[in-house]
């Protein structure tokens, strides 16, 4: 999307004793005018920090590309791959579930981080359970939105409008709108060779360090057999969780990041 989540990584990257040499993004979406957008922004903000950087869009889907279009990715053999999933129910990625697994097969990342979104009940539920789940799920949101923007703030409109609104017309309109849970992709990770790894401890630390920098005081942090939940007064919204591969060895000095 936006790339407002990279931030905070290149901060940290930026004040460790020992620097890495190069930190490259590679960025997946629909729009390759938008992903340029995000690039120059990462770009230019890595720049401020003194982090070598560099941005590689690919318009497309992670989990749809063949082995042929891999190759614009450039992997290196010096550098630790890491993939982030963001699983939306609106704005799917990722694409085939299966063809990402495939291309993590091929890719051998040395970590994957995923988010995904708190409506589990749309993999088997009926409209009556999607309409109920939905009604709390985004009674949650537009309660959090609310409480840190004006009735009369355009942008909190926009948000309404244009993002919460589709996002409920695909959830209510589809029978199967893709969503997977953390302990599926768990079971299906797992078959393919990754094992989980708790953020509990210090990236627990670190995220109750970065809520309290905002001054919207409903949102809740939880943690749930290593994964962290960010939820708003009790209502879970997104889940974060983090695998491994089962052989896992010691990263190099240099990150090559894969996002969707």
Not at 65 to 75: A, F, G, K, P, V
Not at 186 to 203: A, I, K, M, Q, Y
Not at 208 to 232: A, D, V
Request: with cysteine; proline share 4%; net charge negative.
């Amino acid at each position: 999307m936006q790339g407002l989540q990279w931030p905070g990584l290149f901060h940290i990257l930026a004040s460790r004793s020992k620097k890495v040499s190069s930190v490259r993004l590679t960025g997946f979406g629909p729009s390759s005018e938008l992903l340029n957008q995000t690039g120059s922004r990462l770009a230019e903000f890595a720049a401020s920090l003194g982090l070598p950087f560099k941005f590689n869009p690919i318009e497309g889907k992670f989990g749809d590309m063949s082995e042929l279009e891999l190759t614009r990715i450039d992997l290196r053999a010096n550098e630790a791959t890491v993939v982030h999933c963001m699983h939306h129910n609106l704005y799917d990625m990722i694409g085939s579930n299966f063809g990402m697994l495939r291309v993590l097969s091929i890719v051998k990342p040395k970590l994957v981080t995923m988010v995904t979104q708190n409506i589990e009940i749309f993999e088997t539920g009926s409209f009556l359970e999607r309409f109920i789940e939905t009604l709390h799920y985004y009674s949650a949101m537009f309660d959090a939105l609310g409480e840190g923007l004006s009735r009369d703030n355009v942008l909190r409109h926009q948000v309404e409008q244009q993002l919460f609104g589709s996002e409920i017309r695909n959830i209510l309109a589809c029978d199967d709108v893709g969503g997977v849970s953390v302990s599926r992709w768990g079971d299906e990770l797992s078959r393919f060779g990754f094992e989980p790894v708790s953020l509990s401890g210090s990236p627990a630390a670190q995220a109750s360090l970065l809520l309290e920098m905002f001054p919207w005081k409903g949102y809740t942090l939880m943690e749930e057999n290593g994964c962290l939940r960010l939820g708003w007064k009790g209502m879970p919204l997104l889940t974060a969780s983090a695998w491994q591969p089962s052989n896992y060895s010691c990263v190099t000095n240099n990150s090559n990041i894969m996002r969707n």
